[in-house]
């Protein structure tokens, strides 16, 4: 190493970072995940790490609850419950009782049901209020909603315009708690109190934030919330997605328009008309995804252990390390927020030729990614990172901001997934 890097890489040095990981409480659930060699794995909010014990259940699923058991699984590998006994496991992820949480189908899918209830529950409310901002699906998941609705529509502003947008027509609101791009996060208690006091329903993307925090939806007093599990939960690629509806919600109950059979009240009943299940059951639509169910149950396993204060503690430690390290770096600019209230458990790091340079980057074995224009994105994943990985990242950044090495040709092709 040379030593014009390191100075450059602020205070805080390699030696410094061996001693945090030493004393690290999480420091036991690396050897739960199976990562490969020579890769330091900053991706992890976009697609969490394999825990080591997932391809083995779902070896035991496909052999034995499937090959052997057929469809005697349904009762007896408890099939047919999973949908709730997965949702009472995330519960305690996302500050939810146990009862309104389900696990089904996709985040875009659940967002639609959750704002086509919202839409029923504000009957003469028109408008659904989205971030101009948000990760797109959510944008046009509320343009379909809308466009449904006779005379509804969908508006685009920025979380800082909200209260002047808060009119008597908003049904309402759906904000993301971590911003996808930037990492910023948002204030739920306080946002979620003034869509209500304007009349609207607050529906809390948690996508970017469960796993990374605790999240706190009801002591937040949210309406709704929908969120992924192949983020910072480690369910595995298209795993499953979830849903929460605030109990008073419940008891009323708000139709959601994806009336399918897993939401009737008796499926094996096959009568013609439908007849919702009372309580969360009847935001099911269809049979689970019982494969990419078997390996979120592993990962929930380990969640079930861990401590989320500590998560967040080491997450802002490790992005507050990266931020010092990385911020005096020629070309960049940390776009996330230094202050901890409003991060979350990522950073994007603003270069002109984000796109090479992070490719150059995974070349090295740091993996990152890129959205579009410019934004370098780092995630932090406090059950599998040490705080020497995020000081060697820095450095390898440090290294090919220095060497140029990401002008190479090969570095500006793109996938199609960046
Ligand atoms: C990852 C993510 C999604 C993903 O949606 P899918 O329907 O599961 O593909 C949606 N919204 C946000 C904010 C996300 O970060």
Redesign the pocket.
């Known amino acids: 190493m040379s030593a014009g890097t390191g100075a450059r890489m602020g205070a805080t040095t390699r030696e410094e970072c061996a001693a945090l990981d030493a004393v690290d409480p999480l420091a036991a659930f690396r050897k739960e995940f199976a990562l490969p060699d020579g890769v330091i794995y900053l991706d992890g909010n976009?697609l969490g790490a394999l825990p080591v014990r997932t391809p083995e259940r779902v070896r035991q699923v496909v052999e034995e609850e499937w090959g052997r058991e057929l469809i005697r699984s349904w009762n007896d590998a408890g099939w047919f419950e999973q949908p709730y006994r997965l949702g009472r496991r995330i519960a305690p992820l996302i500050g939810a009782d146990p009862a309104e949480v389900v696990v089904c189908d996709?985040?875009?899918?659940?967002?639609f049901k959750v704002l086509s209830a919202a839409l029923r529950l504000r009957p003469g409310r028109r408008t659904l209020l989205g971030d101009a901002e948000?990760?797109p699906?959510?944008l046009y998941i509320a343009e379909g909603v809308a466009g449904l609705v006779e005379g509804a529509r969908s508006v685009l502003v920025r979380p800082e315009e909200l209260d002047r947008h808060l009119d008597g027509d908003v049904a309402a609101v759906v904000l993301?708690h971590v911003d996808?791009r930037t990492g910023e996060l948002l204030d739920m208690p306080g946002i979620t109190a003034r869509v209500q006091a304007a009349g609207a329903l607050m529906i809390w993307?948690v996508?970017?934030a469960v796993g990374a925090l605790p999240v706190e939806l009801g002591a937040s007093n949210a309406d709704f919330a929908?969120?992924?599990t192949?983020?910072y939960l480690n369910g595995g690629p298209?795993s499953p997605?979830f849903l929460y509806v605030a109990e008073r919600h419940l008891a009323a109950g708000p139709l959601q328009p994806l009336s399918g059979w897993f939401g009737h009240a008796r499926p094996f009943a096959f009568e013609p008309g439908y007849d919702p299940k009372p309580g969360i059951g009847r935001f099911l639509t269809s049979s689970p995804s019982l494969l990419g169910q078997a390996a979120l149950d592993t990962s929930l396993d380990l969640w079930e252990r861990v401590d989320l204060a500590a998560v967040r503690a080491k997450s802002l430690a490790l992005t507050d390390l990266f931020i010092a390290l990385t911020e005096g770096l020629d070309g960049i600019e940390v776009v996330t927020p230094r202050e901890h209230a409003r991060r979350g458990s990522q950073v994007a790091l603003r270069h002109a030729d984000g796109y090479p340079v992070v490719q150059a980057l995974i070349e090295r074995g740091v993996i990152g990614d890129f959205r579009a224009p410019d934004l370098m994105r780092f995630g932090f994943t406090p059950l599998y990172l040490s705080y020497t990985e995020v000081w060697d990242a820095a450095r390898q950044l440090a290294e090919v901001l220095e060497s140029g090495e990401w002008r190479a040709e090969r570095f500006s092709r793109r996938g199609a997934v960046t």
């Open positions: 976009s996709t985040t875009s899918v659940n967002l948000a990760f699906t959510d993301s996808y993307d996508c970017h929908i969120g992924c192949y983020k298209g997605a």
